[in-house]
């Protein structure tokens, strides 16, 4: 099989599902005015995304940047998929510190929540996991591009799955007062994977913010308390 951004394309043109391409733009919000306008669909499902990835992990990188400036969000995602392969796979620390470095540089094609939240910690969290200096997460989190904001915020996952939560709870804390709630809505998942590790340390940070946290960041950091604890947080914040 040929290693080529063709090939991959090719197949995933094999796998498309026209209800999926057709639904997938209202789903993914690719309509005028909407935050992802312009957005292209083959119509493929992740698993098959997945699957067609694990086929061509050994594509090169020069073909893998071919996949992540391609105009359809299947070829982009999927590009993704083989990078977190290579990086994955790979135990030199050289290559996958170049992999994070050609990861934080193509953050204009990671512009989709779902392509985001598919690749931030399984790249760039999981290389800083082993790091004393996290300081591109404040640059990520600063920046103006929706994106790597979001970025940063999900790269914590991998400190969180190790039982490390300063690091969330420092950019949770700066994420209150964001405009978005695509911020909101994933500085929530983070907040409630820390209540999986730690439920006492959620606990400390709601009883101190819930009052003027955004309301689709609270929900989501309670969704998985008892009821009674959901709506004594939610009568903090009326």
């Not at 969290?125 to 915020?153: F, K, P």
């Not at 978005?180 to 907040?191: S, V």
Request: proline fraction near 5%.
């Amino acid at each position: 099989m040929p290693l080529s951004a063709a090939a991959v394309k090719r197949e995933l043109k094999s796998l498309v599902n026209p209800e999926k391409a057709a639904f997938y733009p209202r789903f993914f919000k690719a309509g005028p005015g909407e935050y992802a306008e312009g957005d292209q669909f083959l119509g493929v499902v992740v698993p098959n995304q997945r699957k067609t990835a694990r086929k061509f992990r050994g594509l090169p990188r020069a073909e893998i940047q071919k996949l992540l400036d391609d105009p359809y969000h299947e070829c982009r995602l999927t590009g993704l998929f083989i990078l977190i392969d290579q990086f994955e796979k790979t135990k030199i620390q050289a290559d996958r510190k170049s992999i994070v470095d050609y990861y934080l540089s193509q953050t204009d094609a990671v512009n989709h929540w779902d392509l985001v939240d598919a690749s931030a910690h399984k790249i760039l969290g999981a290389w800083l996991v082993d790091q004393t200096n996290r300081n591109v997460l404040e640059r990520l989190s600063e920046s103006s591009n929706l994106w790597e904001q979001r970025m940063a915020i999900v790269a914590t996952y991998a400190f969180i799955r190790r039982g490390e939560l300063d690091d969330t709870l420092k950019l949770a804390e700066a994420m209150l007062d964001h405009p978005h709630d695509l911020i909101h809505k994933a500085t929530g998942w983070m907040l409630r994977e820390v209540g999986k590790q730690q439920l006492s340390v959620l606990e400390q940070f709601l009883h101190q913010h819930a009052p003027h946290m955004p309301r689709t960041m609270l929900r989501y950091a309670i969704e998985k308390m008892p009821l009674a604890q959901r709506q004594a947080f939610l009568q903090m914040r009326a």
